[in-house]
Structures are given as structure tokens and as C-alpha cells.
């Protein structure tokens, strides 16, 4: 393992795993385990590569790694049609299959859900099946019904978005419930994530492990980026970006509040488009200037290229399982402000990187003062760069292994 990874309760999880089992996974990373081969099949991303959300990313990262890790593992992607125009096909070692489902908003994501739990136990018949968000795990009694071991990753409290009616946060809600009380093993992408889950849910704790995520940018910087800046009328060290989905709970419009008080000497450009939510979005889009650009959806290149030529990092976001976007910025040594959640917090910046979710002066402040080399954090940064999706997969790896052998799931926590 490449980094001492930190438990809910702040042990070195490398601590957890006994002698025996730490020898199994390095005889499966290098490709000399001689068990039977297992079949992962994944479900509750809309699509891959390259689809919009962290789910959709943190899956691009972690599956081509664990079957590279394990000849004795497969792993099919079950996504939605209209991703994708192909039924099946092949993407960096992982097998992806396309289920229609509806394209209306919220149901998709239930029929879908639905389809792909049936599929895979009917069609693909896998040793593990994991579902990624608790939406998808409101079907995890459906699954443990039909005989699958299963696991859900839990990747944000997704029923706190302003976005989603009663009926939606209900249905989120119990997709939490059934996910604690039925799910053979259940993953927190964050500490903070895993301490609110157990406190909530004692009878999950010994279930539920955290195995945090990592950068997700996809490319390289190029060693030019003037091109991808000159698209949108930019140049180096000459704006202020954010990077997430056009979504009520990432506060972007707290920060073109924050930057029209503070009117600072850059332009401010936000990358992300909507999902869903297109009524909070337009509304974000009234603000569209020559000094606040909209890019849209970026990935590869295009947004290593944007990350490496702004001059300040701003991520205000109320709600988030994992600070996925924070962690790109410090991967690339950038300097940052975020809110003060817990999931932020857990990055350990220093202090003067931080405001309070929602204020909107105190961030028009650190905005307007010009220096922001003070905001960088270059501990956090070399945290963050050892952090390995290797590592990552293996840990997942090690979940599959446990399960698939009919053998309980330990929390890798000391």
C-alpha cells in the first residue's frame, strides 16, 4: 500500500488486514493468485467513460485498475441507454452493457436500478454485486432476495439536495435504510461520511468500512495549454475556477455573489453543466458575462488544461460525500478556497483556505485580497498526490475477495 489510509475513528487501516490477506492481494496485484475467477458486476452510473457526476468518475478510476490487479477478477458495468449508441462493449478491460431505462428525471434512476439488479442476477449471475449510491441500494433487499452478495458504496447523502420533492428525499432516505440493514458490506468514500452512516445506523458498523477516493482527472496537463484557454477567451493566471455539476447544493451562486462584491482583477469561470436541474441552472446561466464564463461539461485534457491555468481554486459547495473536485486542485498544487463541511475539512488545509458554507462576504473578502498564494496548501498537496487509485482498488479488491468467499467482510479499521 502506497499511503496510510485513516479510519473512522483515525487508526491506520493498513492495521486491519491480517498477514494471511495481505499476502493474497499481492499475489492477486501481481497476477500469481490461483483462485477461481469472480464476476463483479456494477451498477448505478449512467455511463462511461466520460459521463458527468462522481460516481461515473470515481468507477472510470477504480474498475480497469482492479482487473489489471486481478486476472482472477471481471467486472461488468451495467449502464443507462442513451449514454452510449452501443448495446456491448469493451472499455480498458471492464465488460459495459446498456439497459434501457426512461429519461425522466429521478425515474430513471429507480427503473434503471431496477432493471440492472434483474439483469444481473438473471443474465449475468455475478459472485458480487455493488451499487454505487444509495438510490440504487433501496434495491439491495431485492438483491440479497435473489441471492447476491452485495455491497453499496455510499457516496453522499444525496436526499439533503434542494433539488429533490419529499418523495425523492423518501425514496433516498430508505435507499440509506435498506442499504445499513441488508448490504453484506458497505463503503464511505469520506470519514466524515462514515461517522454520520454508523452513528445513524449502529447495526451497520461492522458492515461498513471507509476507503476514500482520489484525483479523477482523466489526462495529462499538456504541455500547451494556451489553446484550450484561448476557446474561452482565458490565459494563465487569469481567472477564478470552479469545477462540479450546476446543482443548488455546489453554491455557485453564492460565488457569483461573492465575486460581484469583490469585482477582483480576474474572471471567474465555472466548468460543470446540469443534471436534472435545469430550472437552477438557467437561473445560474442569467449571470453569463465577459467576466463569467460557463464552459460546460470539460474532461481530459480540456480540464487538466483549465485546472493548470487558473490562478485560484473556489469549491463552495453545502453538500458532498467526498471533495472530489479538492482534490484535484491540490493533485495539481493549485492554490484553493473551500467551505468549511466536513468532508472538506478532512483535506487539512490551513485555516486561511476555509470559510463558512454560505458566506458570502467573508468569501468575497478572500477574494478581493489578490494574494492568493497564501491559500495554497502544500502539505495537503503531496497528501494527495500519494494517494493511489491502485491502492484504492486493491482495498476493493480485498471487499470482493472476502465476500465472494462466503467469508464475513471486516472494516478495515484498526
Not at 191 to 201: C, D, G, I, M, T
Not at 347 to 373: H, I, M, R, S, W
Amino acid at each position: 500500500m502506497t499511503l496510510l489510509r485513516k479510519g473512522a475513528n483515525g487508526g491506520d487501516l493498513a492495521k486491519g488486514v491480517e498477514t494471511a490477506d495481505a499476502a493474497g492481494l499481492a499475489q492477486a496485484a501481481s497476477g500469481d493468485r490461483g483462485d477461481r475467477a469472480r464476476h463483479i458486476c456494477v451498477v448505478g452510473l449512467r455511463g462511461i467513460p466520460d459521463v458527468i457526476g462522481g460516481i461515473e468518475a470515481h468507477c472510470q478510476q477504480l474498475y480497469p485498475r482492479l482487473v489489471k490487479l486481478s486476472r482472477g477478477t471481471r467486472v461488468t458495468v451495467v449502464i443507462r441507454r442513451g449514454y452510449t449508441q452501443k448495446r456491448f462493449f469493451e472499455y480498458e478491460g471492464i465488460q459495459v452493457r446498456t439497459i434501457w431505462s426512461p429519461h425522466i428525471w429521478g425515474v430513471d434512476t429507480v427503473i434503471h436500478s431496477f432493471l440492472s439488479v434483474l439483469y444481473a442476477r438473471l443474465v449475468l449471475r455475478p459472485d458480487v454485486l455493488h451499487l454505487h449510491g444509495i438510490g440504487p441500494g433501496f434495491f439491495t433487499p431485492l438483491a440479497r432476495s435473489l441471492g447476491m452478495r452485495t455491497v453499496v458504496t455510499h457516496h453522499a447523502r444525496d436526499y439533503l439536495r434542494p433539488k429533490w420533492s419529499w418523495r425523492g428525499q423518501k425514496f433516498l432516505r430508505l435507499g440509506e435504510l435498506f442499504t445499513a440493514r441488508f448490504a453484506n458490506a458497505i463503503v464511505c468514500v469520506s470519514n466524515a461520511l462514515h461517522r454520520e452512516f454508523v452513528e445513524s445506523y449502529p447495526v451497520a458498523r461492522d458492515r461498513t468500512r471507509m476507503i476514500p477516493n482520489a484525483s479523477a482527472l482523466a489526462g495529462p496537463v499538456p504541455d500547451n495549454i494556451a489553446p484550450v484557454l484561448a476557446k474561452f477567451g482565458l490565459v494563465p493566471d487569469g481567472y477564478i475556477l470552479a469545477v462540479g455539476r450546476l446543482d443548488a447544493a455546489k453554491s455557485f451562486d453564492d460565488l457569483i455573489a461573492a465575486f460581484r462584491r469583490a469585482r477582483p482583477d480576474y474572471k471567474l469561470v465555472i466548468v460543470g453543466s446540469e443534471i436534472g436541474n435545469e430550472a437552477h441552472a438557467a437561473e445560474l446561466w442569467k449571470h453569463r458575462s465577459d467576466d463569467i464564463i460557463f464552459t460546460g461539461f470539460q474532461t481530459g485534457e480540456a480540464l487538466a488544461s483549465l485546472y493548470r491555468g487558473t490562478a485560484l481554486f473556489v469549491h463552495p459547495s453545502h453538500l458532498e460525500g467526498y471533495g472530489l473536485v479538492i482534490a484535484e486542485a491540490l493533485t495539481l498544487d493549485l492554490p484553493l478556497i473551500v467551505s468549511d463541511i466536513p468532508p472538506h475539512l478532512e483535506f487539512e488545509l490551513p485555516q486561511q483556505c476555509y470559510f463558512a458554507a454560505g458566506d458570502v462576504q467573508t468569501l468575497a473578502d478572500k477574494l478581493q485580497g489578490g494574494n492568493f498564494d497564501q491559500y495554497r496548501a502544500p502539505r495537503a498537496s503531496e497528501v494527495q498526490r500519494r494517494q493511489d487509485w491502485n491502492d484504492i482498488a486493491a482495498q476493493h479488491l480485498e471487499l470482493y475477495q472476502a465476500l465472494a468467499e462466503r467469508r464475513p467482510a471486516r472494516p478495515l479499521t484498526s
